[in-house]
């Protein structure tokens, strides 16, 4: 029986993605289970895999399959196959051309070099953080960046080349929209955080005291990522270093977590965290496995589901209203004193500190501003690397009013740059303002979404998020995404709504009349 051209292509994609998918294993046993003595091993065996993947997607027969339908140069569709293909079938072609020539684009010396330089980089930064010591990163970091504007160069850009790496993460986005979203969310940010920090209100900490057993902490975090329908058939709940969540296949996806006995939020914003972006990957459509359009859209995107049920609902009132009693049923001894409103306090209290991962809500984004400004203007070259750690500390004492001691608490806590990803942490404020325009508009369509969360009913918020998000795996582009669901661009407005009415009546703060009538979200 011969394949015709559209199903050879289906094929084709299905076979390189069991490739890519079975390296995922191997990589989240990586992190889990695997032995220390075979990271040399699984080192070659991952490498093998992604190469004979790579190999076969850039291959001249995937080239000669595209141009059945569309100019391999350009991308541009033929117009019989514009005239005579359905959008998902467009779309499949067009993100799988897109894809196919970013792969292409890329010398194969280039990639060889770029990866050896951050397996050596990465090696160096993690030496250089924990001694305290930049000046041994320093000329590892001036290479990365040389390289990367090698990338940028080859993967072409019209304004500057931070677009170029910046599509990698979120496709379609730019600089110049990336810096005129933050300039509009910056000033009333920090008036917000002032405001903050001139109230009375002093949420206390200390009244939440573990220790808290790490079992007991695992099974509360289990049942509510059951109750937000993490469908435990398909999906497993591990332990690694660093919380992450990784898709073998819309019915295999599995979530990590971390547990402190001395902090009661840590597994379990791991497991929300983790959970919303497990919701993402198994409610991609099953029927279009193999092809871009049972793959995730962007990094933001995929981040604004998991601060969507992190902050929006998992740092909720009405969310607690429902689970606080029953976590104190788990720790009877450690919560009977502390009354709901001191667990929610503690729980959303604001406090500029110097970590990113351990920011809070309203500070985390200026945390990543710092960074995408630094990052920018290395590129371009305006500021001289050596000069990183001093221009970093500078920020943080004009956008947080605190400086680092020492740079393994500054420019070395991220591992993103050693990695050579640069143009990665805009998408995590991304995710935060397109998770409160969803959020937004979710509370607006669920009827009585406040009274399902107050008695622990969060599956209507799934099944909305499934069938306006999910389903469509990249048939939109992230800004087509939630410009049809919510009927605007990508915008600060309802993220600043959200802040300002959470952090205006936690800290007894008066709310702007434009900020407390639009909301329709619970606080
Ligand atoms: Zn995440």
Redesign the pocket.
């Known amino acids: 029986m011969t394949l015709t051209p559209w199903e050879r292509l289906k094929t084709t994609l299905r076979d390189i993605h069991h490739l890519k998918d079975a390296a995922a294993v191997l990589s989240w046993d990586q992190e889990t289970y695997m032995p220390p003595g075979a990271s040399h091993a699984r080192a070659e065996h991952l490498a093998t895999l992604q190469t004979v993947a790579h190999r076969q997607f850039v291959s001249p027969e995937m080239e000669e399959l595209l141009a059945t339908w569309l100019d391999p140069e350009t991308g541009q569709l033929s117009r019989e196959a514009a005239h005579t293909l359905d959008a998902p079938a467009q779309a499949l072609l067009r993100e799988t051309w897109r894809d196919f020539h970013r792969a292409k684009k890329l010398p194969s010396s280039f990639v060889t070099r770029l990866e050896r330089e951050v397996s050596l980089a990465q090696h160096v930064w993690a030496e250089a953080k924990r001694t305290n010591d930049f000046p041994l990163f320093l000329p590892h970091l001036r290479t990365l960046i040389a390289l990367k504007l090698e990338e940028a160069a080859y993967l072409g850009y019209r304004d500057s080349p931070y677009d170029a790496l910046l599509d990698t993460y979120e496709p379609g986005m730019t600089e110049a929209e990336v810096s005129r979203l933050f300039a509009a969310l910056r000033p009333p940010l920090m008036t917000l955080l002032e405001q903050v920090l001139a109230s009375p209100v002093r949420p206390d900490p200390s009244i939440i005291v573990g220790p808290f057993e790490a079992s007991k902490q695992l099974a509360f975090g289990r049942m509510v990522l059951e109750c937000m329908g993490y469908d435990f058939r398909c999906g497993r709940l591990d332990l690694s270093a660093h919380p992450f969540t990784t898709s073998f296949h819309p019915t295999d996806v599995r979530v990590t977590t971390r547990v402190d006995e001395h902090d009661l939020f840590s597994c379990l914003f791991g497991c929300i ?1 983790e959970g919303g ?1 497990a919701l993402y990957d198994q409610g991609l459509p099953v029927e279009h496995y193999g092809t871009p359009l049972a793959e995730p859209i962007s990094l933001g995107i995929h ?1 604004s589901q ?1 601060r969507l049920w992190e902050n929006c609902v998992g740092r909720s009132r009405p969310f607690w209203r429902h689970f606080y009693p029953r976590l104190q049923t788990y720790f009877p001894d450690q919560l009977k004193a502390v009354s709901l409103d001191e667990f929610y306090a503690v729980m959303n209290r604001v406090c500029p500190s110097l970590i990113r991962v351990e920011a809070d809500e309203l500070t985390y984004n200026l945390h990543i501003m710092l960074r995408f400004e630094l990052e920018r203007d290395l590129l371009k070259g305006e500021i001289p690397v050596e000069e990183l750690p001093a221009v970093w500390n500078q920020k943080m004492d004009d956008y947080l009013g605190i400086r680092p001691q020492k740079d393994s608490e500054g420019v070395l806590q991220d591992v993103h740059w050693s990695m050579g990803a640069f143009g990665y942490f805009p998408t995590y404020t991304l995710g935060n303002l397109y998770a409160a325009m969803l959020y937004e508009q979710a509370c607006r369509e669920i009827p009585d979404w406040n009274e399902h969360v107050v008695h622990g009913d969060l599956l209507p918020l799934k099944a909305w998020l499934n069938r306006h998000v999910h389903r469509w795996g990249r048939q939109y582009p992230a800004h087509d995404l939630i410009q049809r669901i919510t009927g605007q661009s990508p915008t600060p407005g309802p993220f600043l709504r959200y802040l300002t009415k959470k952090f205006g009546d936690l800290y007894g703060i008066p709310i702007p009349s434009e900020f407390s009538q639009e909301s329709s979200i619970p606080a």
């Open positions: 965290h972006h981040e998991s």
